[in-house]
């Protein structure tokens, strides 16, 4: 490549030699210098095909000014470019035209058959666009000669063209490449499954592939960086100074959060004392350090480290490891939290969990939850008063039922439920006594005609025969008793002092009634109490001698205090739930209360928490379903 540029070169220094066009256009095409030296390698060429005297590439520049980007001959030697100020119209023709243009470059006549300069301007495209101009001062004796040399220069467009799509053919190669071996070392380091060798493995491709005497990989531990691994070195000490000296510099590198270089241009935005000072004892050497970032934080550092000769100058070289070090962070830190003992794993979590909960990121959603935290310590601490609900009855504690004493007919009913009786003097009703009388009067003549029996065998001297009729005359005397009884019973009288709290009977005149039938029910309100239903999930927490506070749904606004005084041991089902009833004794009586008045009650079983208090059922019904 470099002999076919000595070779242009030399022809366009030697415009005499014999220079084949061929060969010529194959040394262009095969040329891959920077765009500035094709483009005099070009110009050189152009004019020794078409012998022409001169060239230049023209662009626009500021202020509608004219730059020349290359020449040929370079250089103004003896005003050798003096000509190029007349190329401004021919430029702007081709330019507007998109075509060549062809123009003398003196518009004064010339005789026929004498040479004429002309300038031959020919638009450069750029993806569809016209950025430049490349116009040649040829000089041509007629028409002939002047289309020859434009059929030469027409390949000066192409030709340009095609370099830069070798220039950029050429990037995207050392472009694959470098990706090629980015993956190469991704690949090296996936293959690792423990941590130790996975960073190992990373330091050693990049020390082998870069050329570098040393690469050292360091994790952020606390607030300092720790070098975990370096390259062909299986076990190194903390201690040594060549290993503070790098941790130093990945410090630096960690608290600026940059890549730093050394050594640094004089506008470079970073410090590298540390890397100075690292390359001062160990070198001199080159030296570059990489942050590692995981989601956005830094969480560890490479440092690089190879001769002076070779100093990280190239961007190319930075960004290949720049690449291969982001594509190497996930699987490394992901080794680097997990391949630990479980401990360590732990305490890194809870590290990490803190650090999110006490950072500067969703403030709204913090202070909610430290809010709601402070309020559940709250309610775990303070107690207050556990009372358990339950349904409640008002009963009488003294309560006495009238029955019927016999079979017989209701014929009158005094009183009606509500009325308050006295006792032994208010009369509550009577029964039917027809019958019963009527059953005295037969035994009444029965008795009599026995004590004539009985009067004959004492006259006749038959003592036995006047024992069986004095025996069955006293038998009739016991029946009439009885009967003389139950016609004193036919009149209900109230056994206590009370109120009726049984049903109206006064509809029920002249119905049959047997005996032991409950007529009226007497209850002594002066003396009520309460029966309690309270729910077996909650009557484990009831002892006799609590207190606690009922309220009627008549007057739910008065509260009547009571005292626990007996459990029923057996639970019963009332409304399809497992209750116990639970016998209190009223505080206070109120003029109120009546018997079967319902309501709320509510027992105090002592101080607990809030917490407890609001949680307590769902805890204890979870342990009921979780138990095994």
């Not at 070009?42 to 500021?62: F, H, M, P, S």
């Not at 609900?389 to 009238?402: D, S």
Request: glycine letters at 6%.
């Amino acid at each position: 490549m470099a002999g076919s540029t000595q070779n242009i070169a030399a022809g366009s220094r030697n415009w005499g030699d014999d220079f084949s066009s061929s060969e010529a256009i194959a040394a262009l095409l095969a040329c891959d210098v920077p765009a500035e030296g094709f483009l005099a390698e070009l110009l050189a060429t152009q004019c020794r095909l078409a012998k022409a005297e001169a060239a230049v590439i023209l662009r626009e520049g500021t202020k509608g000014r004219l730059e020349i980007l290359a020449a040929c001959p370079p250089g103004d030697t003896a005003g050798a470019l003096s000509w190029v100020g007349k190329a401004d119209k021919p430029f702007q023709r081709a330019m507007t035209k998109r075509q060549a243009v062809i123009v003398p470059e003196d518009s004064a006549a010339v005789e026929d058959g004498k040479p004429q300069h002309y300038l031959i301007t020919l638009p450069i495209r750029d993806q569809g666009a016209m950025r430049a101009a490349a116009v040649f001062r040829v000089t041509a004796r007629g028409p002939q000669q002047l289309l020859l040399s434009h059929a030469r220069l027409e390949t000066t467009p192409l030709l340009l063209r095609h370099h830069e799509l070798r220039l950029s053919m050429k990037m995207h190669q050392a472009t694959m490449d470098r990706l090629q071996r980015v993956l190469e070392v991704l690949d090296a380091v996936n293959q690792a499954r423990r941590f130790l060798g996975a960073a190992m493995t990373l330091c050693n491709e990049m020390a082998t592939r870069l050329g570098c005497r040393r690469v050292s990989l360091g994790f952020l531990k606390g607030r300092c960086v720790e070098v975990r691994a370096m390259s062909h070195t299986d076990a190194f000490s903390r201690e040594m100074q060549a290993v503070q000296a790098i941790e130093a510099v990945m410090e630096e590198c960690l608290d600026q959060d940059l890549e730093v270089i050394h050594p640094a241009a004089d506008t470079a935005p970073y410090a590298s004392r540390a890397a100075a000072k690292l390359s001062a004892q160990q070198g001199p050497a080159s030296v570059l350090s990489l942050p590692l970032r995981q989601e956005g934080d830094v969480t560890a550092v490479m440092t690089l480290e190879r001769s002076p000769e070779k100093p990280f100058s190239s961007l190319e070289e930075i960004e290949t490891v720049r690449l291969a070090c982001d594509l190497c962070a996930p699987r490394l830190l992901d080794l680097h939290r997990h391949d630990r003992w479980i401990g360590a794993r732990l305490a890194a979590e809870a590290r990490d969990h803190l650090g999110r909960l006490l950072g500067p990121e969703h403030t709204w959603i913090k202070l909610t939850a430290g809010l709601a935290f402070v309020i559940l310590i709250l309610l775990a601490t303070l107690k207050g008063d556990y009372r358990i609900n339950a349904a409640f009855t008002l009963e009488a504690r003294h309560q006495q039922a009238v029955v019927a004493p016999f079979d017989s007919f209701s014929k009158e009913i005094r009183v009606e439920p509500g009325d308050r009786v006295d006792g032994g003097q208010t009369l509550l009703g009577r029964l039917e006594t027809a019958e019963l009388r009527l059953k005295r009067a037969a035994l009444m003549a029965e008795q009599l005609g026995y004590r004539k029996q009985m009067a004959a065998a004492m006259r006749d001297r038959k003592t036995a025969e006047a024992q069986i009729a004095q025996a069955q005359s006293d038998k009739v005397a016991a029946e009439i008793r009885l009967i003389d009884k139950q016609i004193a019973q036919a009149t209900l009288v109230a056994p206590i002092t009370g109120w009726v709290v049984s049903e109206d009977r006064k509809q029920q005149i002249g119905a049959p009634v047997k005996t032991g039938d409950i007529l009226f029910e007497i209850a002594s309100i002066d003396a009520l109490r309460a029966e309690l239903y309270v729910p077996e999930s909650s009557i484990a927490r009831v002892i006799p001698a609590q207190t606690g506070e009922l309220a009627a749904v008549g007057h739910p606004d008065q509260k009547v205090g009571f005292v626990v005084e007996r459990i029923n041991p057996i639970a019963e089902v009332i409304d399809n739930q497992n209750v116990f009833r639970v016998r209190a004794r009223l505080d206070k009586h109120r003029e109120w209360m009546r018997p079967g008045m319902e309501g709320e009650a509510k027992i105090a079983a002592g101080k607990k928490s809030y917490l407890w208090i609001a949680s307590h059922r769902l805890v204890d019904w979870l342990r009921l379903k979780l138990w095994v």
